[in-house]
């Protein structure tokens, strides 16, 4: 059971636009920066989101975030079949004084 | 170009002490702000936080794990080395290092190593 709460699936066609939830409490999100990453099968996580909304060099303006009180969001637009992947968000949790990852969302590109 | 990479056992029986090293290169543990993680992910299942280490020598555990593990750097060979005591079969999964970022984001991550626990 994460800390954080992922929708484990979201599905949508090429070319639209899904939005992907996480929800923390006033002791992780509602206080720390929010990070996204993306994973393929067989590979490691990559950063694309960090401090809620700033995207690392090289990761397409397609690629939004934004948080508010103990929530956040990863927004993807103009969908393409390589978006297909795992996606969890991460955050600081201050009274675990530790790291919390989301339980990941799998999305589909249909 | 910073790069992490790590190292081990990749078959260890139940009970045993499991160290992994993480030695990374394009960055220094001695820069302020600077820390480095390990993530493991179970085949199949999310990703956990387990342990990290910052530039000051502080350190964090996952309250889960805490008696079972020890985080520990060598700044002189560019490398941070995980222990967990006591594994079990539930603990067969792909453990990651990444190097922490300002504000509590991992990049970039290493290509991990899948660590088995199996008599």
């Known amino acids: 059971q994460s800390v954080l709460t992922q929708t484990p699936s979201v599905s949508a066609a090429p070319g639209q636009k899904v939005t992907i939830s996480c929800s923390g409490s006033?002791?992780?999100?509602?206080?720390?920066?929010v990070s996204w990453y993306q994973q393929f099968p067989g590979t490691a996580p990559k950063l694309i989101i960090h401090?809620?909304?700033k995207r690392p060099s090289g990761i397409p303006d397609r690629f939004s975030g934004s948080k508010s009180g103990t929530s956040a969001t990863l927004g993807i637009t103009g969908l393409q079949t390589g978006d297909e992947a795992d996606y969890y968000c991460a955050t600081w949790d201050n009274s675990l004084s530790a790291g919390v990852f989301g339980g990941g969302t799998k999305l589909t590109v249909l | 170009q910073i790069t992490l990479k790590e190292s081990g056992p990749t078959l260890v029986n139940p009970t045993q002490t499991l160290t992994l090293t993480c030695t990374f290169s394009g960055f220094s543990l001695d820069s302020g702000g600077m820390g480095v993680v390990w993530v493991r992910q179970p085949p199949g299942k999310a990703l956990e936080w387990l342990a990290l280490i910052y530039w000051d020598d502080d350190k964090r555990y996952s309250p889960s794990l805490k008696t079972r593990l020890t985080i520990t750097k060598d700044t002189s060979k560019n490398q941070v080395v995980l222990t967990m005591a006591n594994m079990d079969p539930e603990d067969t999964a792909r453990y990651y290092c990444?190097?922490?970022?300002?504000?509590?984001?991992?990049?970039?991550w290493g290509q991990g190593i899948l660590v088995t626990v199996s008599s």
């Open positions: 401090d809620n909304d």
């Open positions: 990444a190097r922490r970022g300002s504000v509590n984001w991992y990049d970039p």
């Open positions: 006033d002791f992780n999100i509602g206080k720390n920066y």
